[in-house]
């Protein structure tokens, strides 16, 4: 009797580690796909799409496609299957508090040591191109309200959405079903395979983590998602105001 009920828990342990991940995944996939197809369809409609300066059109679109990937991730499950998702899954019971605005700095802290040393273990590796430039969809800033854009995106909505669709729903769903150090691994796998390429997933496998243990230590998403602010504030500044800086850095 033991036994059975063993195996009936290892299977659905095993059955949500390989569901959930493959939900998000697919979820952010899927959508990307359609509102592409929808972009297509109206420039096929004669609406100048062209015309538009690019970092409207990314803000617009990266923003629409973050939407639509928590509310299909979030509200189709509950819609069909009345699979909620409560508040407490997410880490968002509370606001942020004077905690959470010291847990980030700290945390970003560990971070970037836990991210020199994943990077220096990989540097060997033939496979892995360590130079490998990140498309942020952001390639010219000229204008002013360019910058405010690119910044809204990428140190604003993108770090909101990507918190709350990994270590809000993702994790908090995974930690329910499988030990906690699973649940950590598979959430931080899965973020590294989202930004692509070896380098920046190495990195973001690392930050992965730290964002994870913030979760769980202060029991809240806002540390989580205040050190992904950090960081993305760090690389837009880095990127698009004081490159010269970037490259002093770099040798």
């Avoid at 939407?67 to 909620?84: E, Q, S």
């Avoid at 973020?191 to 190495?202: C, E, S, Y």
């Amino acid at each position: 009797m033991w036994q059975n009920f063993l195996n009936k828990l290892v299977e659905r342990q095993a059955w949500m580690a390989l569901a959930l991940p493959l939900w998000v995944m697919g979820s952010f996939i899927l959508v990307q796909v359609l509102v592409g197809l929808i972009y297509g369809l109206l420039q096929a409609a004669g609406i100048p799409f062209g015309d538009a300066n690019e970092a409207v059109v990314n803000t617009v679109f990266g923003g629409i496609v973050y939407i639509l990937t928590i509310a299909m991730v979030i509200g189709l499950p509950w819609a069909l299957k009345k699979y909620k998702t409560s508040k407490e899954d997410l880490g968002l019971t509370r606001s942020a508090s004077w905690l959470d605005m010291l847990l980030a700095p700290a945390g970003f802290i560990v971070y970037l040591i836990l991210s020199a040393t994943f990077v220096a273990l990989a540097s060997n590796l033939p496979f892995i191109d360590m130079d490998q430039a990140q498309d942020t969809g952001f390639n010219q800033l000229n204008q002013g309200y360019e910058y405010i854009l690119a910044f809204l995106m990428l140190v604003v909505i993108a770090p909101v959405a990507e918190e709350v669709l990994f270590r809000g729903y993702l994790f908090g769903k995974l930690r329910k079903h499988v030990p906690l150090v699973i649940a950590i691994l598979i959430t931080s796998v899965l973020f590294a395979l989202a930004h692509g390429a070896w380098n920046v997933g190495i990195d973001v496998f690392a930050l992965s983590i730290v964002l994870c243990l913030l979760r769980v230590i202060s029991k809240s998403l806002w540390p989580s998602i205040l050190l992904h602010m950090i960081k993305n504030g760090l690389a837009f500044y880095l990127l698009f105001i004081n490159p010269t800086l970037l490259s002093t850095l770099g040798g």
